[in-house]
T-cell receptor, first 111, second 113 residues
């Protein structure tokens, strides 16, 4: 996990509520990424940011929003528009053109 | 459209045996191919990676074989140990697309003592 912190480890919310997942890094990496993992499946990219104040949609951005106001932080908001939000959410970081390193993940359960 | 196909979905191997996981890709622009190891409830950890200018890369008991013409790459785990029991993911990315990783579906490996 290195210098990537995701909090909390487990998160429970009621349907219809927005929820924000935290991702903080002290690796001084430029790029940050959010992935979603469903049971028994691979990871799918939600959003990514290569530089502060800029971010791009990944493959499954609908129902999610992000911000990148600081190099160290890339919070992900799961909105009520996300139809199936229960999943394991993973944040990753990388230096330009180099390997991606993952945080420990946040397991979100929405009932 | 699944751009990286991984097989098998699960694998059981005896301690000391060889685990082999295969991946095939479609996008010829991919130029970076990492493998990740993930234990239950944890984030994936980078295991080993290869670029298409080499056909094989070895790090300890882990070897990646790469076949550019066939658009395939594989992970070999030699002398498999119970501690290697985990889920393994292949992935691919291209610099031109911001190094976004496209993942295979994963292979659950169980090493029996």
């Amino acid at each position: 996990d290195g210098g990537i912190t995701q909090s909390p480890k487990y998160l429970f919310r009621k349907e219809g509520q927005n929820v924000t997942l935290s991702c903080e890094q002290n690796l001084n990496h430029d790029a940050m990424y959010w992935y979603r993992q469903d049971p028994g499946q691979g990871l799918r990219l939600i959003y990514y940011s290569q530089i502060v104040n800029d971010f791009q949609k990944g493959d499954i951005a609908e129902g999610y929003s992000v911000s990148r106001e600081k190099k160290e932080s890339f919070p992900l908001t799961v909105t009520s528009a996300q139809k199936n939000p229960t999943a394991f959410y993973l944040c990753a970081t990388s230096e330009k053109d180099r390997e991606q390193y993952f945080g420990p993940g946040t397991r979100l359960t929405v009932t | 459209q699944q751009q990286v196909k991984q097989s098998p979905q699960s694998l059981i191997v005896q301690k000391g045996g060889i685990s082999i996981i295969n991946c095939a890709y479609e996008n010829t622009a991919f130029d970076y191919f990492p493998w990740y190891q993930q234990f239950p409830g944890k984030g994936p950890a980078l295991l080993i990676a290869i670029r298409p200018d080499v056909s094989e890369k070895k790090e300890g008991r882990f070897t990646i074989s790469f076949n550019k013409s066939a658009k395939q790459f594989s992970l070999h785990i030699m002398d498999s140990q119970p501690g290697d029991s985990a889920t393994y993911f292949c992935a691919a990315s291209t610099k031109a697309a911001g190094n976004k990783l496209t993942f295979g579906g994963g292979t659950r490996v169980l090493v029996k003592p």
